[in-house]
């Protein structure tokens, strides 16, 4: 049975980081993807963040040059290194995996966790 772990959510002041992990077992997603979503409060649609492939990372435009994606495939875990939180940043981030190449849209992942809470205070 596959399952993605994450860890690492809380509440931080805007401006303040965190660091999400994202731990996986039962398969290992050393050749797949292994992305970032979020789902703000009141929305339906997990928003990508971003995704990292044989070390190779992208990030969302609302994102990019505050968060980084990085991936340990010794210890089959992916991180989010989140810099200069935005209240607009406050969602529940969910882990996603997949075999193939590089998605951005949610509904291509096959493998989910359960979500972590980020809450960004002004």
């Known amino acids: 049975q596959v399952q993605l772990v994450e860890s690492g959510g809380g509440l931080v002041q805007a401006g303040g980081s965190l660091r999400l992990s994202c731990a996986a077992s039962?398969?290992?997603?050393?050749?797949?993807?292994m992305a970032w979503f979020r789902q703000a409060p009141g929305k339906e649609e997990r928003a990508f963040v971003a995704a990292t492939r044989f070390s190779v990372g992208i990030t969302s435009d609302s994102v990019r040059g505050r968060f980084t994606i990085s991936r340990d495939n010794a210890k089959n875990t992916v991180y989010l290194q989140m810099n200069s939180l935005k209240p607009e940043d406050t969602a529940v981030y969910y882990c996603?995996?997949?075999?193939?190449?590089?998605?951005?849209?949610?509904?291509?992942?096959?493998?989910w966790g359960q979500g972590t809470q980020v809450t960004v205070s002004s």
């Open positions: 996603a995996g997949k075999d193939g190449g590089t998605a951005t849209v949610s509904q291509e992942y096959e493998y």
């Open positions: 039962g398969r290992t997603f050393s050749r797949g993807v």
